[in-house]
């Protein structure tokens, strides 16, 4: 896909909780090469945005469109070959904490490469990802022996190992001291170079937004409110736009 | 106003739990199953009760046939106690107590491994990683609790047995084998059949109530715990309603 063409279309989703309403026709494009960032209060349902963009979660009603395909329209397989092209990023990080490192990293695996492939390339393919987040020392530990930082950048390789097209950032940063969050926010900039991705990220960590986005939405009262790029928001007066840059 | 609206917690929760039955089914008739993962929930579920079972079934077995013995001393039918105390054992005693052995070790080992996994956020983690978590998860377990739970059970026939054959020389003599001939001599098939096939529908009782606990956990530390429990109750209560049913069936079958 060209840089600049739409790769994720959201067109006038509507997802409530009970009488919670979530998301009132939300739309937002984002272009093909580009780090768009998300911005909103808690609560405001950032991520219940992206879990539907993934179909974790299905909308209430509107369109999405991820490349170029309609997500409501795709059987399981389909659905499946897909989010292998969509890395996504847990704000929870997700990683099974049951399975070591290796085959937290090996798990995506199991349902896009043939048997044969894993044992010729599986190997390398959790290495080269474990060099990329600079844990190659962690492959053999378990997810609770690792600090917080080294688990977000543990699944952060998990989400790359199929190296998707698309990434979803959940919070990337949240939680860290701002050393460890330059540290990633570095790393998702690299990636973007390196596999030439696509990426949505959310965050309300003003330094990673500073540094990653192209482009900025803000998502109030559940609607694309406006967006920009982080400059422009930055000089923005309205007053529900700028209470997030003070 | 909708009368067909269910209001009662327990009927929706049964309606739910039957919801969540027939989706195993159709997701365990599927190709491509899990078999590896299955194996290690085998194994793991017998790793897990075995020695609990074993003891169990062993103080059990030694103390039924302390007690039974002045009753039929009574009755001047000592001679009877290895026949009747291995019927008891067999037929009821037994799967019984390694089904709630199970409900409480496996029935919330899932509960809580399944909904820790899911307020973690880690069954989406599957669904998204192309691996479908129902089958991975959630099939795997409830024919690894399906095939074990009877195992358990004969497992548990065998050393409540041999319990028993302790029980009857403490205060008497029976010689080993003896003993044996007599245990298998007043055990018919009627009697060992119907409790085998019973345990079948124990274990899967446990793993369907345990992973559907487990799979449909609240968000939160608290729903964890919730699962883990309720999973536990549930379970137990199943056994003996499903214990009822075996009653009569085998009674209406005359297999008795
Ligand atoms: N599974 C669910 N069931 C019911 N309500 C939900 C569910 N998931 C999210 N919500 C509700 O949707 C709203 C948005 O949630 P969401 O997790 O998207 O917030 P968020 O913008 O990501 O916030 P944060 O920055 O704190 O992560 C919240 O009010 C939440 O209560
Ligand atoms: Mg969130």
Known sequence: ?246 | MDIFKIESPFLKEAGEISRFTSRFFKEASKPNQEWEVFLNQCFWVGYKTLTLVGITAFIIGLVLTIQSRPTLLEFGAESLLPAMVSVSLVREISPVIVALICAGKIGSGMGAELGSMRVTEQIDAMEVSGTNPFKYLVVTRVWATTLMVPVLSSVGNAVSLYGGYLGVNIRGHVSWNLYWFQVFDALSFGDVLPSLIKTFFFGFAIGIVGCYKGYNSQKGTEGVGRSATTAVIVASLLVFILDLIAVQVTDLLGLT
């Open chain 1, 1 to 246: 896909m060209e840089n600049g063409e739409p790769v994720i279309v959201v067109e006038k989703l509507n997802k409530s909780f009970g009488p919670n309403h979530v998301l009132k026709d939300f739309s937002m494009e984002v272009n093909s090469g580009e780090n768009l960032v998300i911005l909103g209060k808690s609560g405001s349902g950032k991520s219940v945005l992206i879990k539907c963009i993934i179909k974790l979660i299905d909308g209430d009603s509107g369109n999405i469109n991820v490349l170029g395909q309609n997500i409501d329209d795709l059987e399981q397989d389909k659905l499946d070959e897909l989010r292998a092209k969509v890395g996504f990023l847990f704000q929870s990080n997700a990683l099974y904490d049951s399975m070591t490192v290796r085959e937290n990293l090996e798990f995506p695996l199991r349902r896009h490469w043939s048997k044969e492939e894993r044992a010729d390339k599986a190997e390398a393919a959790v290495i080269e990802a474990l060099e990329d987040v600079g844990l190659s020392h962690t492959i053999n530990m378990m997810p609770a022996e690792l600090s917080g930082g080294m688990r977000k950048r543990i699944a952060l390789a998990r989400t790359l190992i199929l190296r998707p097209k698309v990434i979803l950032y959940d919070e990337p940063t949240t939680g860290l001291d701002p050393i460890t969050g330059r540290e990633i926010s570095q790393l998702m900039l690299d990636v973007q170079k390196k596999y030439n991705a696509t990426s949505i990220v959310i965050s309300h960590d003003l330094n990673c937004i500073k540094m990653i986005s192209n482009r900025i939405i803000m998502l109030i009262d559940g609607k694309n409110y406006v967006s920009g790029t982080f400059e422009s928001l930055h000089l923005n007066t309205d007053p529900k736009v700028k209470e997030f840059f003070d």
